[in-house]
């Protein structure tokens, strides 16, 4: 899938992925719709230690020096995404990766991780492989044009960073292109997750919301084993 415009299939792509989505309001129509993204760019948010998602809103709305989008999906230290924009994000800057070039050639995922000295969480760094496997599926492109930060703008960035966070490019990329050759089993809850979040956007359960239900209750159970 050769995409042009604003990227609206993120979020069921994700919970395709097994991923638990956070859909912020606005997204399906935040950032540029000049946008043709044949690879990924991955980040940390530099944010303080202890807070799931202290970034969402400067990823969202952006900084006094540079506007928001700042990224497509933020990734939670608990391995929740939040989708922020569809469409073209401010993240990359000034750089390249493999003949790509440019914020419209590139989605930009940013990871709550302060970067310097923070260990990653094993789910953070589970779901930030499903997350970067999901939009090489969903955007038609290989692993090959996944890159970290520090790969793009070498002189400029060191992200990602921090203990536990696999320091070479290249074994990161051999990892998505494992997942997304035979991604994890997911498990019994991801499972029920992804079976609800698919019958909530079809029958508009008010009980199950956008995405944001992470252990349904009887009602919804209930609902579930009438498919």
């Not at 900084?63 to 989708?83: Q, T």
């Not at 940013?110 to 990653?120: D, L, V």
Request: with cysteine.
């Amino acid at each position: 899938r050769r995409l042009m415009g604003y990227a609206t299939w993120l979020p069921d792509a994700l919970r395709a992925a097994g991923l638990v989505v956070h859909e912020v309001p606005g997204w399906q129509t935040r950032g540029s719709s000049s946008f043709y993204p044949r690879g990924v760019v991955c980040h940390h948010t530099a944010s303080h230690a202890g807070a799931n998602a202290p970034a969402l809103g400067i990823c969202t709305n952006g900084r006094s020096d540079l506007a928001g989008p700042l990224c497509n999906v933020l990734l939670a230290r608990n391995g929740d995404c939040y989708v922020v924009a569809s469409g073209r994000a401010n993240h990359a800057g000034t750089g390249g990766f493999r003949g790509l070039t440019g914020n419209s050639t590139v989605f930009g995922i940013e990871a709550e991780n302060n970067g310097i000295g923070e260990a990653w969480p094993l789910v953070q760094i589970d779901a930030y492989l499903r997350l970067c496997a999901a939009l090489c599926k969903g955007g038609g492109f290989t692993p090959a044009t996944v890159c970290y930060h520090r790969e793009w703008a070498p002189t400029r960035k060191i992200d990602p960073a921090g203990p536990g966070f696999p320091q070479d490019g290249n074994s990161w990329r051999a990892r998505v292109a494992l997942d997304l050759a035979a991604p994890a089993p997911l498990t019994d809850e991801q499972k029920l997750f992804v079976l609800l979040s698919a019958k909530a956007h079809a029958e508009k359960l008010p009980e199950l919301g956008r995405g944001h239900v992470r252990r349904p209750h009887r009602r919804s159970v209930a609902k579930l084993q009438q498919l």
